[in-house]
């Protein structure tokens, strides 16, 4: 799997989560703190950020309990930044 691959998963799967209500590249982008062209060059595998790639790894070594574990402790680390 290619890191396109994931994030056009991972985006696919936000959609889901929006009710299927479309996100624009840009309001992705701009909810992950980069640009446009950053985030659409990742998506179409232009740009491989190794960062991510490595991140992908580690999730995909757990299991799904622990992966909703991870997350939710992510998302509490960003309510206090």
Do not use: C
């Not at 890191?3 to 929006?18: A, G, K, T, V």
């Not at 640009?35 to 799904?64: E, I, N």
């Amino acid at each position: 799997m290619q890191i396109d691959d994931l994030f056009n998963i991972l985006h696919n799967s936000l959609e889901s989560q929006n009710n299927g209500k479309k996100i624009s590249l840009k309001d992705m982008a701009n909810s992950l703190g980069t640009s446009m062209r950053t985030y659409q060059d990742w998506k179409l595998g232009r740009a491989k950020p190794q960062a991510a790639s490595v991140v992908m790894k580690m999730l995909g070594k757990l299991d799904d309990d622990e992966i909703i574990r991870a997350v939710r402790k992510i998302n509490k680390l960003e309510e206090v930044l």
